[in-house]
């Protein structure tokens, strides 16, 4: 089965994080295994904490860090992303059936190939949406979007999160 990636988009505090939360404890609840992409358009962050072991190491001048944990393994690379493509940040993302990006909006804006759920909070957001957005696979959030009518669908997910979930399984593995 080839991985598929499905775009969340929105406007900040929308709704996106809570909408792959559901989506991948309920996929993952029905066997599939996810991945999950953030976008951090903040040019100065790092997880990377200062002063910690990983970070000395970086700082001496160590291109890529590998902490390993009892649970986990975590891979700070230092370079520089803001040239790469989609596909170079998707092939960091291994063995999985599932894709979600959060934000990444500017990139995923009008690929075909990527289908969106739009979180919104407003009717304006919502056109707008339409407008710079393809495909949507349904808009969610707190705005119902019923009345705009667009001919996508909305779904509250707070009351009905088996339709989107259900939604995005009929997806995975088409292409």
């Known amino acids: 089965m080839k ?12 709704g996106k994080t809570t909408i792959i939360e559901i989506l991948t404890k309920e996929l993952t ?5 996810v991945a999950a992409v953030k976008h951090i358009p903040e040019s100065s962050f790092t997880l990377d904490r200062e002063g910690k072991d990983t970070w000395r190491f970086a700082q001496s001048g160590a291109k890529t860090i590998v ?60 056109l707008e949406a339409s407008k710079n957005f393809r495909p949507i696979l349904a808009f969610v959030g707190l705005y119902s979007i019923e009345t705009l009518k667009l001919n996508i669908p909305y779904i ?20």
């Open 3 to 14: 991985t598929t990636v499905i775009a969340v988009v929105g406007s900040k505090s929308s």
């Open 29 to 33: 609840k029905r066997d599939y295994k």
């Open 67 to 126: 902490s390993v944990a009892s649970d986990e393994i975590a891979t700070i690379e230092k370079i520089d992303t803001t040239k790469f493509s989609l596909k170079e940040i998707l092939q960091r993302c291994k063995d999985v059936d599932l894709i979600f990006l959060e934000g990444f909006k500017k990139i995923v804006g009008k690929k075909y190939d990527i289908p969106k759920i739009v979180t919104v909070k407003s009717g304006d957001e919502a």
């Open 156 to 175: 509250n997910v707070l009351e009905n999160r088996e339709k989107i979930v259900d939604m995005v399984e009929k997806n995975v593995g088409k292409k």
